[in-house]
């Protein structure tokens, strides 16, 4: 008996379903790219070192080039063009806009997406190997430059934006509504 290498799945990407065959091997990335012509997701190095492929899954930051799409069914998938509220871009977004977070524009929706699961990590009182305090009551450390550079750090722009990319998060970070996208759960609740 032959053993399938590939499957009917269902997506759950920006608030839509989308149901389409893959092979087991197709990346997430390479779904959403050729198969659901979502283009916003970029591939960079295609070895999950340069975070232009960033997309947010249950919330969190994943490198779509890494995940197989199949894994991915059943979660709840966001792509840079799902971030914006309509005509209202998310508060990241502006923020990059505003402040020129952005050369090329090819790093950019990665950029996004990941800024916007950090925010969220960040917000769920997550360390970082920036954090010199990481006691859980105290809580979430200040989001210093520091800190934001080490969250980003998987992130590469190579036009070198990282001064404006570093100001957008900072400005993003202090607007009341920036966790637009549901911050990540404590693992032992996940685990629940």
């Not at 232009?52 to 799409?69: E, I, K, M, N």
């Not at 063009?81 to 990059?96: N, R, S």
Request: net charge negative; proline share 6%; with cysteine.
């Amino acid at each position: 008996m032959a053993v399938s290498t590939s499957s009917v799945i269902t997506l759950h990407i920006n608030g839509e379903k989308f149901t389409l065959p893959v092979d087991h091997r197709t990346t997430l990335l390479d779904a959403l790219r050729e198969r659901l012509d979502l283009t916003g997701t970029k591939k960079g190095c295609d070895q999950g070192q340069c975070g232009a492929c960033t997309v947010l899954v249950d919330g969190r930051r994943t490198v779509s080039c890494l995940q197989f799409a199949i894994a991915a069914e059943g979660r709840e998938i966001t792509t840079i063009e799902g971030v914006a509220d309509g005509d209202q871009l998310h508060p990241v977004q502006q923020a990059f806009l505003d402040l020129d977070g952005y050369q090329c524009g090819y790093c950019t929706p990665g950029q996004i997406c990941s800024a916007i699961g950090m925010l969220g990590e960040h917000a769920a009182g997550w360390p970082s190997a920036a954090t010199e305090d990481v006691r859980p009551e105290v809580g979430p450390p200040p989001l210093t430059v520091d800190e934001i550079r080490e969250r980003m750090s998987g992130n590469l722009c190579r036009c070198a934006a990282y001064a404006s990319i570093v100001e957008a998060v900072a400005r993003a970070a202090e607007t009341p509504a920036a966790p637009l996208i549901d911050a990540p759960q404590d693992t032992k609740e996940q685990a629940a």
